[in-house]
């Protein structure tokens, strides 16, 4: 598979067969993951596989939103009209933690910082924090080339200090989301892609 079927083939999956990806799929993808391009050229990127579902189960503290009344409050709260993003929303929100804990590999990758993530200097601060999602993204992509989806999750302030207390990572690393990977189950939900043409988005010489 060519990059350009891989990025065609990319989805996001939230829902698993119960199998587990192969270690030396996992070996393929993250070395991958170590190709991308990365601001100071030493990739300090790290990564904590968990694939027993008891080791999970300690590292999680992320809650399933109960129903689409209580979903539809959030996304009312913050403005969301459009009703493709809408209905990726509701499929996601139900499937917080049971598409992290189901999924045939669990990834926690970290990056190391220079100052702290939240306050950063300047835009220049933030090189470490935009090159791990060039790593993530080949991450992606690779696994979609194995046949292997996925799904990112941004983890929560407190969630982010029990994963510090459990996984041990030194102070100096920040985790900016979960990786879950896995092969899709027979009926796996897979939203809808907002339908955007390319020359919509292009501009030459000025906005």
């Known amino acids: 598979m060519d990059v350009y079927e891989a990025i065609a083939t990319r989805r996001t999956i939230r829902d698993f067969e119960d199998k587990p990806v192969e270690m030396s799929i996992i070996e393929r993808v993250l070395d991958a993951g170590l190709k991308a391009p990365t601001n100071n050229h030493l990739r300090q990127w790290e990564f904590v596989?968990?694939?027993d579902r008891e080791?999970?189960?300690?590292?999680?503290?992320?809650?399933?939103?109960?129903?689409?009344?209580?979903?539809d409050k959030m996304l009312d709260g913050f403005g969301l009209t459009d009703e493709v993003q809408r209905n990726m929303?509701?499929?996601?929100?139900?499937?917080q933690f049971s598409m992290l804990?189901?999924?045939?590999?669990?990834?926690?990758?970290?990056?190391?910082v220079r100052e702290p993530l939240l306050h950063p200097s300047s835009l220049s601060s933030?090189?470490?924090?935009?090159?791990?999602?060039?790593?993530i993204e080949n991450i992606l992509l690779a696994s979609a080339s194995e046949g292997i989806f996925g799904v990112t999750r941004i983890p929560m302030a407190e969630e982010s200090?029990?994963?510090?207390?459990?996984?041990?990572?030194?102070?100096?690393?920040?985790?900016?989301?979960?990786?879950?990977?896995?092969?899709?189950a027979k009926n796996a939900s897979k939203p809808k892609q907002k339908n955007i043409q390319i020359r919509e988005k292009m501009h030459t010489d000025k906005w």
């Open 49 to 51: 596989i968990i694939n």
């Open 55 to 71: 080791e999970r189960a300690k590292v999680l503290r992320v809650k399933n939103m109960a129903g689409r009344d209580e979903c």
């Open 89 to 95: 929303f509701h499929e996601a929100m139900p499937r």
């Open 101 to 112: 804990y189901n999924a045939g590999c669990l990834i926690l990758p970290f990056f190391k």
């Open 126 to 135: 933030l090189n470490d924090f935009a090159s791990i999602w060039c790593c």
């Open 161 to 184: 200090e029990h994963i510090k207390t459990v996984i041990g990572h030194p102070d100096n690393y920040v985790m900016p989301c979960y990786i879950a990977l896995g092969y899709p």
